[in-house]
């Protein structure tokens, strides 16, 4: 079955750093088109990051220079890198793969002194 299984997060100071991961199994990770998205408390699910089959990257502009995605189609795994985190990234963070549409079971980051 699909199974996408998230590590990471966490709680960390502004200004540091957290890197998730996805790790997927059940999909042909190679063709997918993986997304990072996130959902703070009373808003919706926003999308953050997206990564094509071939490597291309884009991101929303609140993470654009901060944030990265990569992935790594051997380990079948995609990661998010955080940096220069702050106060208003706090939020539960999901992976999602398009084929089929499935969702990570979510990772809380708490970014706070």
């Known amino acids: 079955q699909v199974q996408l299984v998230q590590s990471g997060g966490g709680l960390v100071q502004p200004g540091g750093s957290l890197r998730l991961s996805c790790a997927a199994s059940?999909?042909?990770?190679?063709?997918?088109?993986m997304r990072w998205y996130r959902q703070a408390p009373g808003k919706q699910r926003e999308l953050l990051a997206t990564?094509?089959?071939?490597?291309?990257?884009n991101y929303v502009d609140s993470v654009k220079g901060r944030f990265t995605i990569s992935r790594d189609n051997a380990k079948r795994t995609v990661y998010l890198q955080m940096n220069s985190l702050k106060p208003e990234d706090t939020a539960v963070y999901y992976c999602n793969s398009n084929v089929p549409n499935y969702w990570g079971q979510g990772t809380q980051v708490t970014v706070s002194s």
């Open positions: 059940g999909i042909i990770f190679s063709i997918n088109t």
């Open positions: 990564i094509t089959s071939g490597g291309q990257s």
